[in-house]
């Protein structure tokens, strides 16, 4: 059985995980083979695919410590959904259940941007529960209730921070997500990392420094449980036009807002590829 199994990334394969219980699935495939078979799979698009030398996605789950069978939240996952296409399946195949955050459905302001966008996220990955399973969606607003209490084994927010600070909630933010945590639950944070030194509270160039993270995780509750360079990027120099959006994938040739200038000159960032990232592991207290 583990010699079939171990090759999930065949399509037969996968359509017979596609049709087991979730019990069966779990008994069946290991994290490992679990793990490759959703990093390898088919569904992802070959953009998605050409970002994992640099996101390191196999590496940093182990880090972080995903395991079968987890109840997952992946926190403002975004337009591309990148480690949706990965975490999603994943869950799928141990007999976990995986969660996103999406616009916040109760607020009445909610525009018609953010709502279309909650709408075409749950198209996308509700339409092929064979791959995806069971796709959850949150509320996740400025005003949006609290999550589910002590629900989840595994959070994870991937370049999130910045925009929380923007909009000046995250201290509600980690609290939040402290109390959706089951004890001993871990949260997974990647974020652009600042230089060592003073942070701007707005952090307009995308980038904070990790001082600032661990030091707001720790108010919150959280202990830090470990930090890794998996993301590390020593090319990054943090000192661009338009911030952190003007390396890949962004790739921004003007100020926010504004159109493409065709005659910028992004030779010099595209080379140097995606931001320096920080890696970090914070759980949740038994």
Request: glycine share 8%; hydrophobic share 35%.
């Amino acid at each position: 059985m583990q010699r079939f199994i171990a090759l999930t990334t065949r399509p037969f394969v996968l359509a017979l995980l596609g049709s087991l219980s979730p019990c069966l699935v779990t008994a069946a495939v290991s994290h490992e083979e679990a793990l490759s078979a959703a990093i390898d799979g088919e569904w992802r698009s070959d953009e998605d695919r050409a970002r994992d030398a640099e996101r390191h996605p196999a590496a940093s789950l182990n880090f972080w410590g995903l395991k079968p069978g987890m109840t997952i939240l992946e926190v403002q996952p975004g337009g591309g959904a990148w480690w949706t296409g990965i975490l999603a399946p994943y869950a799928r195949m141990t007999g976990g259940e995986y969660y996103a955050t999406g616009a916040d459905l109760d607020d009445r302001e909610l525009s018609d941007n953010s709502r279309a966008a909650r709408k075409a996220f749950e198209q996308r990955f509700g339409a092929q529960p064979d791959v995806y399973g069971k796709i959850n969606v949150v509320n996740w607003g400025k005003q949006s209730k609290p999550l589910p209490a002590n629900k989840f084994d595994f959070i994870l927010t991937a370049r999130s921070v910045h925009g929380w600070m923007q909009q000046d909630v995250v201290e509600r933010v980690f609290k939040d997500l402290y109390a959706a945590l089951k004890p001993g639950g871990i949260l997974a944070l990647e974020q652009h990392r600042a230089n060592p030194g003073p942070q701007d509270p707005k952090a307009r160039s995308g980038y904070v420094t990790e001082e600032y993270v661990i030091e707001q995780a720790r108010k919150a509750g959280f202990d830090l449980a470990g930090r890794s360079e998996i993301n590390a990027n020593p090319k990054d120099t943090k000192d661009y036009p338009f911030g952190v959006w003007t390396l890949p994938p962004a790739r921004r040739t003007s100020p926010y807002g504004q159109p493409d200038d065709p005659t910028f000159d992004r030779t010099k960032y595209d080379t140097i590829g995606e931001s320096d990232r920080m890696t970090l592991k914070f759980v949740k207290p038994k």
